[in-house]
């Protein structure tokens, strides 16, 4: 089968317009679309789909774009809470680690749970001092300490999914003693920490949230209020309880309600999976 033609700026917007988009400005559109790739672009009119070549009654280009606006800044939002968490379990992990095995532990297989590897541990290293080579702090101790790198250490230059896997490879007992932190479990922790790094993924790419179903259901606590689910707003209410009672929570909650409001003609809440009640259960 053949890939699709390559359409010109022109063809596009009349391609947009033949399946029903109303695009009151189309030299402000031309520009939209010379920043921002029509396949992109084309993902926020599924919400608007009423068939395969079709749009719904009334959709405007302007209001897909602010959708596009709405997803973007919220995906920058995303990325300021999930780097609190992220900064904080790589902390802990790095501290509670150390506090048993000592500077060198990690480098130990013993030290950690069966699903430990550790041949992809040393890929990981090789990677990450690799890529930092010419950073003052690999340079450091690579001549000073003979390239030996204390976990509190490289710990600083490990992706997130990175961290997420090094949790579920601790032994059962640190696992426990990280998740008590957080005032939650382990089982829940390690499933909060796969989804969050999937989201942070989605940020870090700029995939789009808004309309979007993700990758796994996070574990529910016991005795919670609702069961979690692949919605947006479920990953949130992870991100609350591990962030619960801080000022960067609150002050995110707020923000994300302002955002909202800006874009309250233009959105669905639903499609993100927000109750009505929204506000309460991600202030309380």
Same mark, same amino acid.
């Given at each position: 089968m053949d890939v699709k033609k390559h359409l010109t700026i022109d063809e596009q917007i009349e391609l947009l317009k033949t399946r029903g988009c109303i695009i009151e400005d189309e030299e402000l559109a031309k520009n939209i679309l010379l920043d921002i790739n029509f396949y992109r672009l084309t993902s926020y009119f599924l919400s608007f789909k009423e068939s395969e070549d079709k749009y719904s009654k009334g959709t405007s280009f302007d209001k897909v774009y602010r959708n596009y606006l709405f997803d973007r800044k919220l995906r920058n939002m995303l990325s300021y809470v999930i780097e609190h968490i992220e900064v904080a379990i790589k902390t802990r992990i790095a501290y509670y680690h150390s506090l048993k095995y000592g500077p060198l532990g990690y480098l130990d297989s013993n030290n950690?749970? /069966?699903?430990?590897d550790e041949n992809i541990l040393q890929a990981n290293l090789?990677?990450?001092?690799?890529? /930092? &080579?010419? /950073?003052?702090? #690999?340079?450091?101790? =690579?001549?000073?300490? &003979?390239?030996? *790198?204390?976990?509190? #250490?490289?710990? &600083? *230059? *490990? +992706? *997130?999914? +990175?961290?997420?896997? =090094?949790?579920?490879q601790l032994d059962t007992k640190l696992q426990k003693e990280i998740a008590r932190t957080f005032n939650s479990n382990s089982t829940c922790l390690s499933s909060w920490l796969y989804c969050l790094t999937h989201l942070r993924n989605c940020c870090a790419h700029y995939a789009r949230i808004y309309n979007t179903i993700m990758i796994s259901i996070p574990v529910t606590p016991k005795n919670y209020k609702s069961k979690f689910n692949k919605t947006i707003f479920s990953y949130l209410l992870v991100a609350k309880e591990l962030l619960k009672n801080t000022s960067d929570w609150v002050n995110f909650v707020i923000e994300l309600a302002a955002l909202i409001e800006e874009y309250k003609d233009d959105i669905e809440l639903y499609r993100l999976g927000f109750p009505s009640n929204w506000y309460d259960l991600m202030i309380k």
């Open positions: 950690y749970n /069966n699903k430990f090789n990677k990450y001092i690799k890529r /930092n &080579e010419k /950073n003052p702090i #690999v340079i450091h101790h =690579m001549t000073k300490y &003979e390239g030996k *790198f204390p976990l509190w #250490v490289i710990i &600083e *230059f *490990f +992706d *997130f999914s +990175d961290a997420s896997k =090094m949790y579920s």
